[in-house]
């Protein structure tokens, strides 16, 4: 069974550092792309960052320069390194892998940035 369990949210205050990570288990996880979204109250899931299996990234425009997605697949984990959060950045963050039909969700992270 796949699952996908993201840990390292908070507060942060704006400015600060802040690194999210994602464990995936139930399988091998190095041949697909896996992302990063985020659902503010009141707004759609955005994507944040995606990264494929050959580590080729993308980012929102929102956060390029200031967020950076990598993989280990050693240790079926993807995290999102986030430099400079803004208060907009506020969100639940949630980790996402697509296999085949299916769609996983990790239970999200909560990250709050202060002004």
């Known amino acids: 069974q796949v699952q996908l369990v993201e840990s390292g949210g908070g507060l942060v205050q704006a400015g600060g550092s802040l690194r999210l990570s994602c464990v995936a288990s139930?399988?091998?996880?190095?041949?697909?792309?896996m992302g990063w979204y985020r659902q503010a109250p009141g707004k759609q899931r955005e994507l944040v960052a995606a990264?494929?299996?050959?580590?080729?990234?993308n980012y929102a425009d929102s956060v390029k320069g200031r967020f950076t997605i990598s993989r280990d697949n050693a240790k079926n984990t993807v995290y999102l390194q986030m430099n400079s959060p803004k208060p907009e950045d506020t969100a639940v963050y949630y980790c996402n892998v697509v296999l085949g039909p299916l769609n996983y969700w990790g239970q999200g992270t909560q990250v709050t940035v202060s002004s």
């Open positions: 990264i494929t299996s050959g580590g080729s990234t």
């Open positions: 139930g399988r091998t996880f190095s041949n697909y792309a």
